[in-house]
Protein backbone atom coordinates (compact mmCIF):
# COMPACT_ATOMS: atom_id res chain seq x y z
CA UNK A 1 0.00 0.00 0.00
CA UNK A 2 2.77 2.60 0.80
CA UNK A 3 4.09 2.03 -2.31
CA UNK A 4 1.07 2.76 -4.42
CA UNK A 5 0.46 5.73 -2.36
CA UNK A 6 4.26 6.92 -3.50
CA UNK A 7 3.90 5.50 -7.03
CA UNK A 8 0.70 8.15 -6.31
CA UNK A 9 2.64 11.00 -5.03
CA UNK A 10 5.39 11.17 -7.69
CA UNK A 11 3.10 10.89 -10.05
CA UNK A 12 1.14 13.81 -8.74
CA UNK A 13 4.68 15.46 -8.34
CA UNK A 14 5.25 14.62 -12.35
CA UNK A 15 1.97 16.20 -13.38
CA UNK A 16 2.33 19.66 -11.64
CA UNK A 17 6.11 20.00 -12.98
CA UNK A 18 4.57 19.04 -16.03
CA UNK A 19 2.02 22.14 -15.36
CA UNK A 20 4.33 24.42 -14.12
CA UNK A 21 6.64 23.77 -16.69
CA UNK A 22 3.92 24.37 -19.38
CA UNK A 23 2.95 27.64 -17.80
CA UNK A 24 6.31 29.24 -17.67
CA UNK A 25 6.68 27.84 -20.99
CA UNK A 26 3.07 30.29 -21.98
CA UNK A 27 4.58 32.64 -19.99
CA UNK A 28 8.04 32.63 -22.11
CA UNK A 29 6.01 32.92 -25.09
CA UNK A 30 4.03 35.81 -24.05
CA UNK A 31 6.71 37.43 -23.01
CA UNK A 32 9.00 37.07 -25.85
CA UNK A 33 6.47 38.12 -28.42
CA UNK A 34 5.68 41.29 -26.51
CA UNK A 35 9.55 42.16 -26.05
CA UNK A 36 10.99 40.64 -28.65
CA UNK A 37 9.25 39.24 -31.46
CA UNK A 38 7.14 41.82 -32.32
CA UNK A 39 4.71 41.80 -35.02
CA UNK A 40 6.82 43.24 -38.57
CA UNK A 41 6.31 46.67 -39.60
CA UNK A 42 7.16 48.83 -41.97
CA UNK A 43 10.78 49.62 -42.17
CA UNK A 44 11.70 53.03 -41.96
CA UNK A 45 13.61 53.98 -45.02
CA UNK A 46 14.22 57.79 -44.02
CA UNK A 47 15.70 59.33 -41.13
CA UNK A 48 13.31 61.24 -39.48
CA UNK A 49 13.45 64.98 -40.11
CA UNK A 50 11.94 68.59 -38.34
CA UNK A 51 10.88 71.56 -40.43
CA UNK A 52 9.83 69.91 -43.68
CA UNK A 53 8.37 73.10 -44.86
CA UNK A 54 8.62 76.81 -43.69
CA UNK A 55 5.48 78.66 -44.31
CA UNK A 56 6.14 82.53 -44.06
CA UNK A 57 3.71 84.51 -41.37
CA UNK A 58 2.04 85.88 -44.78
CA UNK A 59 1.34 82.40 -46.25
CA UNK A 60 0.00 81.46 -42.93
CA UNK A 61 -2.15 84.24 -42.69
CA UNK A 62 -3.60 83.42 -46.46
CA UNK A 63 -4.06 79.45 -46.12
CA UNK A 64 -6.17 80.46 -43.00
CA UNK A 65 -8.36 82.88 -44.97
CA UNK A 66 -8.49 80.87 -48.09
CA UNK A 67 -10.44 78.10 -45.75
CA UNK A 68 -12.82 80.71 -44.37
CA UNK A 69 -14.15 81.67 -47.74
CA UNK A 70 -14.19 78.39 -48.67
CA UNK A 71 -16.59 77.62 -45.80
CA UNK A 72 -18.42 80.24 -46.32
CA UNK A 73 -19.97 78.94 -49.55
CA UNK A 74 -22.76 76.63 -48.79
CA UNK A 75 -21.99 73.71 -50.49
CA UNK A 76 -24.91 71.65 -49.09
CA UNK A 77 -25.58 68.02 -50.91
CA UNK A 78 -29.12 66.66 -49.32
CA UNK A 79 -29.80 64.24 -52.11
CA UNK A 80 -28.35 63.11 -55.80
CA UNK A 81 -31.48 65.37 -56.73
CA UNK A 82 -31.31 68.35 -54.22
CA UNK A 83 -27.78 70.03 -54.35
CA UNK A 84 -26.80 73.83 -53.74
CA UNK A 85 -25.68 73.67 -57.23
CA UNK A 86 -25.14 77.77 -57.27
CA UNK A 87 -23.42 77.52 -54.33
CA UNK A 88 -20.88 75.13 -56.00
CA UNK A 89 -20.71 77.19 -59.14
CA UNK A 90 -19.23 79.85 -56.92
CA UNK A 91 -16.83 77.66 -55.14
CA UNK A 92 -15.54 76.92 -58.50
CA UNK A 93 -15.34 80.51 -59.24
CA UNK A 94 -13.80 81.22 -55.79
CA UNK A 95 -10.95 78.75 -56.46
CA UNK A 96 -9.80 79.90 -59.38
CA UNK A 97 -9.31 83.45 -57.43
CA UNK A 98 -7.85 82.16 -54.89
CA UNK A 99 -4.97 80.04 -56.67
CA UNK A 100 -4.23 81.59 -59.24
CA UNK A 101 -0.85 80.41 -59.67
CA UNK A 102 -2.82 76.96 -60.00
CA UNK A 103 -5.00 77.98 -62.63
CA UNK A 104 -2.12 79.63 -64.83
CA UNK A 105 0.72 77.27 -64.71
CA UNK A 106 1.32 75.42 -68.01
CA UNK A 107 1.75 72.26 -66.96
CA UNK A 108 -1.32 71.87 -65.24
CA UNK A 109 -4.55 71.07 -66.84
CA UNK A 110 -7.72 72.05 -65.22
CA UNK A 111 -11.29 70.19 -66.21
CA UNK A 112 -14.60 70.64 -64.95
CA UNK A 113 -16.41 67.07 -64.85
CA UNK A 114 -20.18 66.71 -64.15
CA UNK A 115 -20.69 70.57 -64.63
CA UNK A 116 -19.20 71.28 -60.90
CA UNK A 117 -16.60 68.58 -59.84
CA UNK A 118 -12.65 69.70 -60.95
CA UNK A 119 -10.01 67.55 -61.87
CA UNK A 120 -6.42 69.02 -62.20
CA UNK A 121 -3.75 66.93 -64.32
CA UNK A 122 -0.02 68.45 -63.00
CA UNK A 123 2.41 66.97 -65.43
CA UNK A 124 5.72 65.94 -63.99
CA UNK A 125 9.02 66.29 -65.61
CA UNK A 126 9.20 62.54 -66.01
CA UNK A 127 6.53 60.60 -67.54
CA UNK A 128 8.27 57.37 -67.05
CA UNK A 129 6.77 57.65 -62.96
CA UNK A 130 3.93 56.30 -62.30
CA UNK A 131 1.75 58.97 -61.51
CA UNK A 132 -0.63 59.15 -58.39
CA UNK A 133 -4.18 61.23 -56.84
CA UNK A 134 -4.69 63.52 -54.24
CA UNK A 135 -8.99 63.43 -53.76
CA UNK A 136 -11.23 65.47 -51.44
CA UNK A 137 -14.88 66.61 -51.95
CA UNK A 138 -16.06 69.83 -52.09
CA UNK A 139 -20.16 69.27 -50.62
CA UNK A 140 -20.93 69.48 -47.70
CA UNK A 141 -24.21 67.85 -45.17
CA UNK A 142 -26.70 70.10 -44.02
CA UNK A 143 -26.25 71.84 -40.99
CA UNK A 144 -29.43 74.01 -39.29
CA UNK A 145 -28.13 76.49 -37.17
CA UNK A 146 -29.35 75.90 -34.20
CA UNK A 147 -27.16 74.50 -31.35
CA UNK A 148 -24.16 75.94 -32.69
CA UNK A 149 -22.27 78.04 -31.11
CA UNK A 150 -21.75 80.24 -34.37
CA UNK A 151 -23.47 79.86 -37.62
CA UNK A 152 -22.23 76.95 -39.93
CA UNK A 153 -21.60 79.19 -42.51
CA UNK A 154 -19.73 81.99 -41.43
CA UNK A 155 -16.16 80.52 -40.85
CA UNK A 156 -16.16 82.36 -37.44
CA UNK A 157 -12.86 82.14 -35.63
CA UNK A 158 -12.42 81.77 -32.00
CA UNK A 159 -9.90 80.94 -29.02
CA UNK A 160 -7.76 79.53 -32.44
CA UNK A 161 -10.34 77.58 -34.58
CA UNK A 162 -12.22 78.05 -37.21
CA UNK A 163 -16.09 76.93 -36.77
CA UNK A 164 -18.18 75.59 -39.97
CA UNK A 165 -19.30 73.05 -41.87
CA UNK A 166 -16.71 71.47 -43.98
CA UNK A 167 -13.72 72.08 -41.64
CA UNK A 168 -13.23 68.78 -40.99
CA UNK A 169 -15.07 66.86 -43.78
CA UNK A 170 -13.74 68.06 -46.33
CA UNK A 171 -13.03 71.46 -47.34
CA UNK A 172 -9.69 71.35 -45.37
CA UNK A 173 -8.73 68.67 -48.08
CA UNK A 174 -10.10 70.34 -51.01
CA UNK A 175 -8.56 73.73 -49.78
CA UNK A 176 -5.34 72.12 -48.24
CA UNK A 177 -4.13 70.26 -51.42
CA UNK A 178 -4.52 73.33 -53.86
CA UNK A 179 -3.07 75.48 -51.15
CA UNK A 180 0.18 73.32 -51.02
CA UNK A 181 0.19 73.50 -54.97
CA UNK A 182 -0.34 77.11 -55.04
CA UNK A 183 2.80 77.21 -52.51
CA UNK A 184 5.00 75.21 -54.31
CA UNK A 185 4.43 76.64 -57.54
CA UNK A 186 5.72 79.85 -56.06
CA UNK A 187 8.92 78.66 -55.40
CA UNK A 188 9.28 77.59 -58.78
CA UNK A 189 8.66 73.60 -58.13
CA UNK A 190 8.04 71.41 -61.30
CA UNK A 191 7.02 67.92 -59.81
CA UNK A 192 9.34 64.93 -61.49
CA UNK A 193 5.95 62.71 -61.02
CA UNK A 194 2.90 63.49 -62.55
CA UNK A 195 -0.26 63.41 -60.17
CA UNK A 196 -4.05 64.34 -60.56
CA UNK A 197 -6.10 66.66 -58.06
CA UNK A 198 -9.90 65.49 -57.69
CA UNK A 199 -12.28 67.62 -56.11
CA UNK A 200 -15.86 65.80 -56.10
CA UNK A 201 -18.87 67.96 -55.43
CA UNK A 202 -21.61 65.23 -54.64
CA UNK A 203 -19.46 63.00 -52.57
CA UNK A 204 -22.15 63.02 -49.40
CA UNK A 205 -24.58 61.51 -51.67
CA UNK A 206 -22.49 58.93 -53.04
CA UNK A 207 -20.64 60.38 -55.95
CA UNK A 208 -21.80 59.42 -58.97
CA UNK A 209 -22.17 62.87 -60.94
CA UNK A 210 -18.64 63.48 -59.68
CA UNK A 211 -15.94 60.88 -58.37
CA UNK A 212 -17.92 58.41 -60.78
CA UNK A 213 -17.01 60.68 -63.88
CA UNK A 214 -13.79 61.56 -63.13
CA UNK A 215 -12.78 57.87 -62.45
CA UNK A 216 -14.14 57.07 -65.72
CA UNK A 217 -12.43 59.25 -67.62
CA UNK A 218 -9.33 58.16 -66.33
CA UNK A 219 -9.92 54.90 -67.27
CA UNK A 220 -10.92 55.77 -70.65
CA UNK A 221 -7.57 57.51 -70.50
CA UNK A 222 -5.70 54.65 -69.81
CA UNK A 223 -4.54 56.13 -66.62
CA UNK A 224 -3.02 53.69 -63.66
CA UNK A 225 -2.74 55.06 -60.27
CA UNK A 226 0.89 54.46 -57.86
CA UNK A 227 -1.90 55.53 -55.53
CA UNK A 228 -4.76 57.29 -54.24
CA UNK A 229 -5.51 59.30 -51.31
CA UNK A 230 -8.08 60.42 -50.07
CA UNK A 231 -9.93 61.33 -46.52
CA UNK A 232 -11.00 58.70 -44.19
CA UNK A 233 -9.28 58.05 -40.64
CA UNK A 234 -6.43 60.19 -39.33
CA UNK A 235 -4.19 61.23 -36.53
CA UNK A 236 -6.11 59.39 -33.35
CA UNK A 237 -4.78 60.82 -30.09
CA UNK A 238 -6.05 59.76 -27.11
CA UNK A 239 -8.82 57.85 -28.64
CA UNK A 240 -7.35 54.23 -28.72
CA UNK A 241 -7.61 53.48 -24.95
CA UNK A 242 -4.31 52.30 -23.64
CA UNK A 243 -1.80 54.13 -26.09
CA UNK A 244 -1.33 57.36 -25.06
CA UNK A 245 0.59 58.61 -27.92
CA UNK A 246 -0.97 60.14 -31.14
CA UNK A 247 -1.23 57.26 -33.62
CA UNK A 248 -1.49 57.95 -37.91
CA UNK A 249 -4.13 55.37 -38.83
CA UNK A 250 -4.39 55.06 -41.87
CA UNK A 251 -7.27 53.45 -43.62
CA UNK A 252 -6.41 50.65 -46.21
CA UNK A 253 -10.44 49.26 -46.79
CA UNK A 254 -13.65 50.94 -46.02
CA UNK A 255 -16.27 48.62 -45.19
CA UNK A 256 -19.29 48.09 -47.83
CA UNK A 257 -22.97 49.16 -47.01
CA UNK A 258 -26.37 47.92 -47.52
CA UNK A 259 -29.61 49.61 -47.13
CA UNK A 260 -32.97 47.36 -46.47
CA UNK A 261 -36.20 48.17 -46.45
CA UNK A 262 -38.92 46.06 -44.72
CA UNK A 263 -42.98 46.56 -44.68
CA UNK A 264 -45.64 44.77 -43.28
CA UNK A 265 -49.07 45.01 -44.89
CA UNK A 266 -52.40 44.01 -42.65
CA UNK A 267 -56.00 45.01 -42.92
CA UNK A 268 -56.94 47.95 -41.89
CA UNK A 269 -59.12 48.36 -38.71
CA UNK A 270 -60.69 50.41 -35.95
CA UNK A 271 -58.29 50.67 -32.90
CA UNK A 272 -61.56 49.75 -30.70
CA UNK A 273 -61.51 46.22 -31.83
CA UNK A 274 -57.45 45.29 -32.43
CA UNK A 275 -56.34 42.16 -34.16
CA UNK A 276 -53.84 39.92 -32.04
CA UNK A 277 -50.76 41.66 -33.92
CA UNK A 278 -51.20 44.84 -35.78
CA UNK A 279 -48.73 46.18 -38.89
CA UNK A 280 -46.48 47.75 -36.88
CA UNK A 281 -46.29 45.20 -33.90
CA UNK A 282 -45.30 42.62 -36.25
CA UNK A 283 -42.78 44.94 -38.22
CA UNK A 284 -41.50 46.63 -34.51
CA UNK A 285 -41.08 42.63 -33.42
CA UNK A 286 -38.79 41.88 -36.36
CA UNK A 287 -36.37 45.44 -35.95
CA UNK A 288 -36.19 43.70 -32.34
CA UNK A 289 -35.00 40.68 -33.49
CA UNK A 290 -32.38 42.25 -35.58
CA UNK A 291 -31.26 44.17 -33.16
CA UNK A 292 -30.94 41.99 -30.03
CA UNK A 293 -28.81 39.57 -32.80
CA UNK A 294 -26.07 41.28 -34.16
CA UNK A 295 -23.88 40.02 -36.93
CA UNK A 296 -21.10 37.22 -36.33
CA UNK A 297 -18.50 39.22 -34.59
CA UNK A 298 -15.49 38.90 -37.00
CA UNK A 299 -12.57 40.20 -35.23
CA UNK A 300 -8.78 38.32 -36.89
CA UNK A 301 -10.58 38.32 -40.47
CA UNK A 302 -10.25 41.75 -41.25
CA UNK A 303 -7.72 44.61 -41.02
CA UNK A 304 -8.54 45.59 -37.38
CA UNK A 305 -6.16 42.26 -36.77
CA UNK A 306 -3.54 44.16 -38.33
CA UNK A 307 -4.07 47.40 -36.76
CA UNK A 308 -3.83 45.66 -33.52
CA UNK A 309 -0.84 44.26 -34.11
CA UNK A 310 0.96 47.25 -35.48
CA UNK A 311 0.43 48.74 -32.42
CA UNK A 312 0.91 46.30 -30.06
CA UNK A 313 4.14 47.74 -28.68
CA UNK A 314 2.28 51.18 -28.09
CA UNK A 315 -0.22 49.91 -25.66
CA UNK A 316 0.41 50.28 -22.12
CA UNK A 317 1.24 47.28 -19.97
CA UNK A 318 -0.54 44.84 -19.22
CA UNK A 319 -2.15 45.74 -22.79
CA UNK A 320 0.75 45.30 -24.89
CA UNK A 321 0.95 41.68 -23.42
CA UNK A 322 -2.03 41.17 -24.91
CA UNK A 323 -2.18 42.29 -28.14
CA UNK A 324 1.30 40.99 -28.47
CA UNK A 325 -0.31 37.30 -28.24
CA UNK A 326 -3.56 37.32 -29.96
CA UNK A 327 -3.02 34.11 -30.98
CA UNK A 328 -3.41 33.41 -27.75
CA UNK A 329 -6.24 36.17 -26.20
CA UNK A 330 -7.72 36.93 -29.35
CA UNK A 331 -11.60 35.60 -27.42
CA UNK A 332 -10.94 38.30 -25.17
CA UNK A 333 -10.08 41.04 -26.90
CA UNK A 334 -13.01 40.30 -29.62
CA UNK A 335 -15.52 40.12 -26.66
CA UNK A 336 -14.17 43.87 -25.17
CA UNK A 337 -13.98 45.27 -28.71
CA UNK A 338 -17.38 44.39 -28.83
CA UNK A 339 -18.59 46.47 -25.96
CA UNK A 340 -18.18 50.10 -26.85
CA UNK A 341 -20.12 51.02 -30.40
CA UNK A 342 -17.55 52.45 -32.17
CA UNK A 343 -14.97 49.32 -31.90
CA UNK A 344 -18.11 47.09 -32.52
CA UNK A 345 -18.21 49.31 -35.62
CA UNK A 346 -14.78 47.31 -36.27
CA UNK A 347 -14.98 43.64 -35.56
CA UNK A 348 -18.65 43.11 -37.62
CA UNK A 349 -21.25 44.35 -39.82
CA UNK A 350 -23.25 46.61 -37.92
CA UNK A 351 -27.22 46.98 -37.70
CA UNK A 352 -28.75 50.53 -37.84
CA UNK A 353 -32.46 50.91 -37.79
CA UNK A 354 -32.75 54.50 -39.16
CA UNK A 355 -36.56 55.41 -40.32
CA UNK A 356 -39.66 53.74 -38.95
CA UNK A 357 -43.05 55.04 -40.52
CA UNK A 358 -46.65 53.97 -39.72
CA UNK A 359 -49.97 55.48 -38.42
CA UNK A 360 -52.23 57.64 -39.66
CA UNK A 361 -54.59 58.28 -36.77
CA UNK A 362 -55.05 57.37 -33.22
CA UNK A 363 -57.98 55.44 -33.34
CA UNK A 364 -57.00 53.91 -36.74
CA UNK A 365 -55.19 50.19 -37.19
CA UNK A 366 -52.77 50.93 -39.92
CA UNK A 367 -52.69 49.23 -42.98
CA UNK A 368 -49.02 49.21 -43.40
CA UNK A 369 -45.75 50.05 -41.52
CA UNK A 370 -42.19 50.70 -43.07
CA UNK A 371 -38.76 50.83 -41.98
CA UNK A 372 -35.87 51.27 -43.81
CA UNK A 373 -32.10 49.89 -41.92
CA UNK A 374 -28.61 49.88 -42.89
CA UNK A 375 -25.80 47.56 -42.82
CA UNK A 376 -22.14 48.50 -42.88
CA UNK A 377 -20.51 45.09 -43.91
CA UNK A 378 -16.97 43.69 -42.14
CA UNK A 379 -14.44 42.99 -44.88
CA UNK A 380 -14.89 39.15 -44.70
CA UNK A 381 -18.30 39.53 -45.47
CA UNK A 382 -20.73 40.17 -48.68
CA UNK A 383 -23.94 41.85 -49.21
CA UNK A 384 -25.50 38.59 -50.05
CA UNK A 385 -24.08 36.81 -47.12
CA UNK A 386 -25.75 39.78 -44.62
CA UNK A 387 -28.85 39.60 -46.82
CA UNK A 388 -29.59 35.97 -46.29
CA UNK A 389 -28.67 35.98 -42.39
CA UNK A 390 -30.84 39.28 -41.88
CA UNK A 391 -33.95 37.09 -43.72
CA UNK A 392 -33.03 34.31 -41.41
CA UNK A 393 -33.18 36.48 -38.33
CA UNK A 394 -36.68 38.21 -38.89
CA UNK A 395 -37.69 34.81 -40.05
CA UNK A 396 -41.04 36.10 -40.82
CA UNK A 397 -42.62 35.82 -44.21
CA UNK A 398 -45.37 38.74 -43.28
CA UNK A 399 -41.90 40.95 -43.64
CA UNK A 400 -41.19 42.15 -47.27
CA UNK A 401 -37.74 42.44 -47.20
CA UNK A 402 -36.28 44.83 -50.70
CA UNK A 403 -33.13 46.03 -51.17
CA UNK A 404 -32.71 49.89 -51.94
CA UNK A 405 -29.23 49.73 -52.20
CA UNK A 406 -26.03 47.32 -51.95
CA UNK A 407 -22.36 47.60 -51.90
CA UNK A 408 -19.65 44.79 -51.07
CA UNK A 409 -16.22 46.67 -48.56
CA UNK A 410 -13.92 47.35 -51.09
CA UNK A 411 -10.84 45.70 -51.63
CA UNK A 412 -8.10 46.02 -49.28
CA UNK A 413 -5.22 47.67 -50.17
CA UNK A 414 -1.26 46.39 -50.59
CA UNK A 415 -0.02 47.46 -47.23
CA UNK A 416 4.13 46.14 -47.15
CA UNK A 417 7.97 47.09 -47.27
CA UNK A 418 7.38 46.55 -51.08
CA UNK A 419 4.35 49.59 -51.46
CA UNK A 420 5.15 53.30 -52.58
CA UNK A 421 2.65 55.04 -51.46
CA UNK A 422 2.85 53.69 -47.62
CA UNK A 423 6.81 54.58 -47.96
CA UNK A 424 5.75 57.87 -48.75
CA UNK A 425 2.72 58.43 -46.25
CA UNK A 426 5.23 57.16 -43.12
CA UNK A 427 8.13 59.27 -44.36
CA UNK A 428 5.76 62.35 -44.26
CA UNK A 429 3.79 61.57 -41.18
CA UNK A 430 6.76 61.12 -39.04
CA UNK A 431 8.55 64.66 -40.71
CA UNK A 432 5.62 66.72 -40.36
CA UNK A 433 4.25 65.74 -37.37
CA UNK A 434 7.03 64.93 -34.03
CA UNK A 435 4.65 63.51 -31.54
CA UNK A 436 3.59 60.81 -33.72
CA UNK A 437 5.45 57.58 -33.61
CA UNK A 438 3.31 54.84 -35.74
CA UNK A 439 1.69 54.59 -38.41
CA UNK A 440 -0.40 51.82 -38.78
CA UNK A 441 -3.25 50.24 -41.39
CA UNK A 442 -7.15 50.74 -40.63
CA UNK A 443 -10.99 50.01 -41.47
CA UNK A 444 -12.35 53.29 -42.69
CA UNK A 445 -15.54 52.43 -40.97
CA UNK A 446 -17.66 55.46 -43.13
CA UNK A 447 -17.84 55.33 -46.92
CA UNK A 448 -16.35 58.03 -49.16
CA UNK A 449 -15.80 58.22 -53.01
CA UNK A 450 -12.57 56.82 -53.46
CA UNK A 451 -14.66 53.33 -54.06
CA UNK A 452 -15.45 54.36 -57.43
CA UNK A 453 -11.70 53.99 -58.22
CA UNK A 454 -10.85 50.60 -57.98
CA UNK A 455 -10.73 50.24 -62.19
CA UNK A 456 -7.80 52.81 -61.72
CA UNK A 457 -5.18 51.54 -58.80
CA UNK A 458 -5.51 49.16 -56.52
CA UNK A 459 -3.69 50.89 -53.49
CA UNK A 460 -6.55 53.55 -52.24
CA UNK A 461 -5.60 54.75 -48.63
CA UNK A 462 -7.78 56.71 -46.51
CA UNK A 463 -6.05 59.94 -44.36
CA UNK A 464 -7.06 62.88 -43.13
CA UNK A 465 -3.36 64.27 -42.25
CA UNK A 466 -5.16 65.93 -39.20
CA UNK A 467 -5.01 65.14 -35.03
CA UNK A 468 -8.40 64.32 -33.85
CA UNK A 469 -9.29 63.60 -30.16
CA UNK A 470 -12.48 62.44 -28.38
CA UNK A 471 -14.30 65.53 -28.78
CA UNK A 472 -13.86 66.03 -32.25
CA UNK A 473 -15.40 63.22 -33.60
CA UNK A 474 -18.81 64.13 -33.06
CA UNK A 475 -18.48 67.34 -34.80
CA UNK A 476 -18.01 65.55 -38.31
CA UNK A 477 -21.81 65.92 -39.27
CA UNK A 478 -22.30 67.07 -36.21
CA UNK A 479 -22.15 70.62 -34.40
CA UNK A 480 -20.12 73.24 -33.77
CA UNK A 481 -17.63 71.59 -36.68
CA UNK A 482 -14.71 73.06 -36.34
CA UNK A 483 -10.41 72.97 -36.81
CA UNK A 484 -7.65 74.56 -35.30
CA UNK A 485 -5.52 76.69 -37.13
CA UNK A 486 -2.67 75.03 -36.35
CA UNK A 487 -4.04 71.84 -37.48
CA UNK A 488 -4.74 73.35 -40.44
CA UNK A 489 -1.06 74.43 -41.21
CA UNK A 490 0.04 71.31 -40.64
CA UNK A 491 -2.25 69.80 -42.77
CA UNK A 492 -0.97 72.27 -45.89
CA UNK A 493 2.77 71.28 -45.18
CA UNK A 494 1.88 67.47 -45.04
CA UNK A 495 0.35 67.68 -48.23
CA UNK A 496 2.85 70.14 -49.66
CA UNK A 497 5.98 68.04 -48.32
CA UNK A 498 4.18 64.69 -49.77
CA UNK A 499 3.81 66.43 -53.43
CA UNK A 500 7.76 66.39 -52.96
CA UNK A 501 8.36 63.04 -51.22
CA UNK A 502 6.61 61.53 -54.08
CA UNK A 503 9.48 63.08 -56.67
CA UNK A 504 11.47 60.26 -55.19
CA UNK A 505 11.75 57.36 -58.05
CA UNK A 506 13.63 55.01 -56.28
CA UNK A 507 13.11 53.59 -52.24
CA UNK A 508 16.01 53.31 -50.56
CA UNK A 509 17.05 50.55 -48.53
CA UNK A 510 15.84 49.59 -45.19
CA UNK A 511 18.24 51.49 -42.95
CA UNK A 512 19.96 49.11 -40.91
CA UNK A 513 18.60 50.73 -37.18
CA UNK A 514 15.26 51.34 -38.77
CA UNK A 515 13.90 51.38 -35.85
CA UNK A 516 16.04 54.40 -34.15
CA UNK A 517 15.25 56.47 -36.94
Not at 199 to 210: A, C, Y
Not at 327 to 354: D, E, G, H, M, Q
Request: proline share 6%; hydrophobic share 45%; charged share 20%.
Amino acid sequence: MAGGCGRRRAAAWAAGLGLCAGLLALVAAVLLRAYLLRAPVIPRLWARRGGTAAFSAGERLELKEALRGAIKIPTVSISPEDLNTTAMAEFGNYIQKVFPAVFSSKFIQHEIVGKYSHLFTVQGSNPELMPYMLLAHMDVVPAPPEGWDFPPFSAAEHEGFIYGRGTLDNKNSAIGILQALEFLLRRNYRPRRSFYVGIGHDEEVSGWKGAVKIAALLEVRGVKLSFLLDEGSAILDGIIAGVNKPVAVIGITEKGSMTLNFTVEKEPGHSSFPPKETSIGILAAAMSRLEQNPLRNLFGHGPELMTMEHLASEFTFPLNLIMSNLWLFSPIVSRVLAWKPSTNALIRTTTAVTMFNAGIKVNVIPSSAKATVNFRIHSAEKAAEVLEAVRNTVADDRVKIDVVDAFDPLPVSPWDDQTFGVHIFQRTILDTFPDVDSVVPGTCIGNTDSRHFTNVTNAIYRFNPLPLKSDDLPRIHGLNERISVENYEKQVEFLFQLIKNCDTDKLPEPHANSHEL
